[in-house]
């Protein structure tokens, strides 16, 4: 069967995003032991403003290391309005780094310029043009309203990052508990990294001791469409990864779906059922990309969960 998936092209799986402040030398010496799918050392909020400078030599000096260590090293910079982005930039920019995220995206107008950054330093460092992916930050309501277009503005993003605490600030309203008062952001972040072919990233769950409300948490953003969350502690990493990978139950049901469909195409039918559930296009089109997806983890050689 040759049907379209309707997944990512060129599958990035970054489900758990580690941030580590940038100031922190200990802290990112340890992390180097950890797991995530992605380190974030953090030049921006974890970082007081008397530290940016020793934590921009503090990060650049472990980036080696963390890369080393085999997770995708994405340093989060301090927003174009602060005026430092780009020395932050160029402190960070070289071969070591998969990407780099930045805090407050009001409009495409702004990836084009980081952008235009990041070509120069490129350049200066002997790298290819494009080398040095985009992970935008959609965290006020101007960058909602604009979320396509900061999500398709240039071939470096691989994924928006949602910031809930930001955004609530920026709206004037309380962050509650059930967070009601996100569903329209991160549904419509969901719908616009999804059209334009990259990840949507959720934001972070601030309550560490707290594993069951973390996982709540990150079922809740799976449902919007994000495939990955970022973790303020490691005790979260674990659970982010099981959250958003496929379960070894679903990966079966879905190799169930495709092989019906299958037979059902054999015999000159276009849908058919199974546990007494209509399998058409749409439903194996889902089952093949969790297929895509879970080989594309490894979960399907038997390394997910299977809960």
Do not use: C
Request: aromatic fraction near 6%; glycine fraction near 8%.
């Amino acid at each position: 069967m040759s049907m379209e998936t309707g997944v990512t092209s060129a599958i990035t799986a970054i489900r758990s995003l580690l941030f580590v402040p940038g100031n922190q030398p200990g802290m990112l010496d340890k992390a180097m032991g950890l797991k995530p799918d992605a380190f974030i050392p953090d030049l921006e909020d974890s970082v007081p403003a008397d530290e940016k400078t020793n934590a921009r030599k503090v990060t650049a000096a472990r980036i080696a290391g963390l890369a080393a260590a085999g997770a995708k090293v994405i340093p989060r910079v301090n927003s174009m309005d602060t005026g430092i982005m780009e020395e932050d930039l160029a402190a960070v920019v070289g071969p070591d780094i998969y990407g780099v995220s930045v805090g407050k995206i009001y409009t495409a107008d702004d990836i084009r310029k980081i952008s235009g950054i990041l070509s120069e330093l490129e350049r200066r460092a002997g790298l290819q043009d494009g080398h040095v992916k985009l992970l935008p930050w959609i965290e006020t309501a101007m960058a909602v309203a604009h979320a396509y277009e900061v999500s398709a503005a240039s071939p470096r993003i691989v994924g928006v990052a949602f910031g809930a605490e930001d955004f609530t600030n920026d709206m004037g309203v309380e962050r509650t508990e059930d967070e009601q008062e996100t569903i329209y952001a991160r549904s419509a972040i969901g719908v616009a990294a999804r059209a334009a072919g990259v990840l949507a990233l959720d934001t972070p769950f601030f309550s560490f001791r707290d594993p069951d409300g973390l996982r709540a948490n990150a079922q809740d953003a799976k449902k919007y469409g994000f495939k990955g969350k970022f973790a303020i502690h490691p005790a979260q990493i674990d659970i982010i990864n099981e959250t958003f990978s496929p379960s070894l139950t679903e990966i079966e049901y879905a190799r169930r779906v495709v092989a019906a469909f299958e037979e059902a195409e054999r015999i000159g039918r276009g849908s058919t059922s199974l546990d007494g559930k209509v399998i058409d296009v749409p439903v194996v089109k889902r089952a093949q990309a969790l297929l895509v997806l879970a080989e594309a983890m490894g979960v399907s050689a038997g390394l997910g969960n299977s809960s």
